[in-house]
């Protein structure tokens, strides 16, 4: 029987769903891949490090969630940090699940490049190494022999980057959009219900659907890093998150929305990248209305949607309904398992 | 360079139009997979068959479509049967394309039974094998070391059975449900919209929206046929249509879209299977009422929707909008490049 070690950096809400979706499947995997997954190093931001070679006990260390501290008697314990363990832990695969640092998509895009360079194969739940570097990272890890799979970048773990690799064998992708952004779609929704700005901030943060500093998602970061890293992916795009022509819903008003209802429409952040005549991919983030009949105006709060334009197959949409934290840890898991298929 | 022999059987709309994008595509299949595809060997039910060990010129034989004659000095021309073809002709995969019999999913069945007993792969576009005898064809496809690919049964080229197998991995499929027949779909649409019955068959059939004979449409067997086929390859159901609680729309009146309406509500046929307490799959067709702002809801004409719940990733839903027959013959070729993969 093969091992597969794995090193987690980030061990928030989808680093622990993750770890313990993998604890649960890991007799499965056993039995159906002759492979047994050990998870020998854990790095995080404030309760320190785990490294044990000989594999965390998942059970162990599962039930402390993404609170708290990890139980002093844990093997290996410690204060080691992530640019270490990539370097220097013994590991095949690492999954990336830092904190996301949206205008450069460090620290992440160091810890992916000290992967490689080792010749480990990446994960990354981590989307900013696929907006700001995606070219970069898949040629070292095409020179390096090394698998590098992001699923979770976009919609968790529901099929886009699989399913135009795995199910749509020589089409060209000309056209992408979606509904990407949780909070937006939130903050649109309940907008439209006549309620006002403060309010809606205030029951979306308990809710867990605005964050502290809602400005990346209002003002379109988020959606625009999302849709460079499906053009980065799926329509070899070479752009940068910077390079999306981003405007955000900060200067939507109820009366726009109530102007719009008035025409059979309703508002959404849509996000979308097609072919130029140029050959050049052009990319926008932008609100647009959009015809109450329209299979876009029924994605509502978390559930999310890409479109796929090709020229071979037309146009197929991939909906991901009403996500929990399970969803998010899905798609490292189900990338893992593409990792243990080709390990 | 490998040669992959094809023998086609049926040369309707889809067939043709899979010819020509196989044609389109003949050098790039080279230069990417270095595999020569031929064509040896079409068989229609009214135009008499073509059988080239060398491979069928489709530049002749694809400008006729799937009208008039094949040109008489096509080499090769003759009046062979598909079940000869199947077990005498020279192919190393065979696409099932000839008429459905949704009674019976014969003769399709016993061309690919034919096929797999001379170790021959199998491509089916037919439902009829996929919904009455999936399981016994899958387990001999499997004794004789054979491919068999059927994604174009459902959704055309959608990706639905590649999605589940490539994208969806260790993932249990608890629950399928979708809109899949554009003909009940468009009547249910203009009977909402005010029209008479008659009117709408008349029109319907000028679109090409409604069979000759729509009895099978309207009355739900092809939907039927449809949701068994995704049940037994993505829940191991194990069920013919003739288990599927099936009731169709030609009961609906337009009172009742109307009263729906004045609810808030529209009409939709829906199929539907999941798993029972018994650990049995339970399938329905019905018509049932769905929100106005449900998605379901969005699925106009000839638009369709399949939606998958499993275990491990919640529920996602895939969208095939408004296809055109190069969609058809897109299914027939994305499993052709699979075989040629796997060749």
Same mark, same amino acid.
């Given at each position: ?41 854990? @790095?995080? #931001? +404030? +309760?320190?490090?785990?490294?044990? %070679? ?6 162990? @260390? ?36 830092? %904190? ?21 194969? =990446? ?12 070219? $970069? ?16 970048? =976009? ?33 649109? $929704? ?14 979306? +943060? ?39 022509? +981003?405007? #955000?819903? $900060? ?37 647009? $209305? ?15 949607? =890409? ?23 899905? #798609? ?7 990792? =243990?298929? #080709?390990?």
């Amino acid at each position: 029987m093969k091992t597969l070690k794995v090193a987690m950096l980030g061990f928030g809400n989808a680093g622990c769903a993750f770890a313990e979706m993998l604890n649960s499947k890991h007799e499965e995997i056993k039995k159906k891949y002759d492979c047994d997954v050990k998870v020998t190093a854990i @790095v995080t #931001g +404030r +309760r320190g490090s785990i490294i044990d %070679p000989d594999g965390i006990d998942l059970d162990k @260390v599962c039930p402390a969630g993404n609170q708290g501290s990890f139980p002093a008697d844990t093997p290996g314990l410690g204060n080691v940090d992530a640019m270490t363990v990539v370097n220097e832990a013994d590991y095949d695969v690492v999954c990336e699940m830092t %904190p996301l640092n949206i205008f450069t998509g460090e620290p992440a895009i160091s810890h992916i490049k000290g992967a490689f360079a080792r010749g480990k194969h =990446v994960i990354t739940a981590n989307k900013g190494p696929i907006a700001w570097a995606f070219d $970069e990272l898949s040629k070292l890890a095409e020179e390096k022999g090394c698998m590098f799979f992001y699923e979770t970048v =976009v919609m968790d773990g529901t099929p886009v980057f699989n399913l135009a690799e795995h199910t749509l064998k020589m089409c060209k992708v000309t056209e992408v959009s979606g509904i990407l952004n949780s909070t937006t779609n939130y903050i649109l $929704e309940e907008l439209a219900k006549g309620r006002d700005y403060d309010s809606i901030m205030e029951s979306g +943060r308990k809710l867990g659907f605005v964050e502290a500093d809602p400005a990346m998602d209002i003002e379109g970061y988020d959606a625009a890093a999302k849709v460079t890293a499906l053009l980065n992916v799926l329509m070899k795009a070479g752009i940068t998150p910077d390079m999306v022509d +981003r405007t #955000g819903i $900060e200067n939507i008003t109820a009366e726009d929305i109530q102007a719009a209802a008035s025409r059979g429409k309703v508002i959404k952040l849509l996000c979308s990248g097609s072919l130029g005549e140029d050959g050049k991919v052009n990319a926008f983030v932008k609100p647009v $209305e959009v015809d109450t009949k329209d299979m876009l105006a029924s994605i509502d709060s978390t559930t999310s949607v =890409v479109s796929i334009t090709t020229d071979l197959m037309g146009k197929i949409s991939v909906i991901e309904h009403a996500p929990e934290i399970e969803q998010t840890a899905y #798609g490292i898991f189900g990338d893992l398992i593409r990792v =243990v298929e #080709g390990f």
